[in-house]
């Protein structure tokens, strides 16, 4: 099975409301079999960053982002 590990630093609103988007899209019902592990970058043991390019819809863009990555996985 597929892993996704999203390492987020989620220190205000907005950034709550991306993370919120990416695990939503990593969630999509079409995708099957994919093990989503969320993590905060204080707890995580691999240096990994995802990071979005901003845009009038960040939101949107972070959901497609789950779920085309989660997508890509399998």
């Known amino acids: ?3 996704l590990l999203v390492v987020h ?3 205000s609103p907005a950034l709550q409301a991306m993370l919120a988007a990416v695990i ?3 969630r999509d019902p079409e995708l099957e079999n994919i093990d989503l592990a969320v993590t905060p970058a204080l707890a995580a043991t691999v ?3 995802v990071t979005g390019p901003a845009g009038k819809d960040v939101e ?3 959901y497609e ?3 085309t990555v989660a997508a890509n996985l399998g």
């Open 47 to 49: 240096p990994v960053a």
């Open 65 to 67: 982002l789950g779920a």
């Open 1 to 3: 099975m597929p892993r």
């Open 60 to 62: 949107r863009q972070c």
């Open 9 to 11: 630093h989620t220190a």
């Open 24 to 26: 939503a899209g990593a």
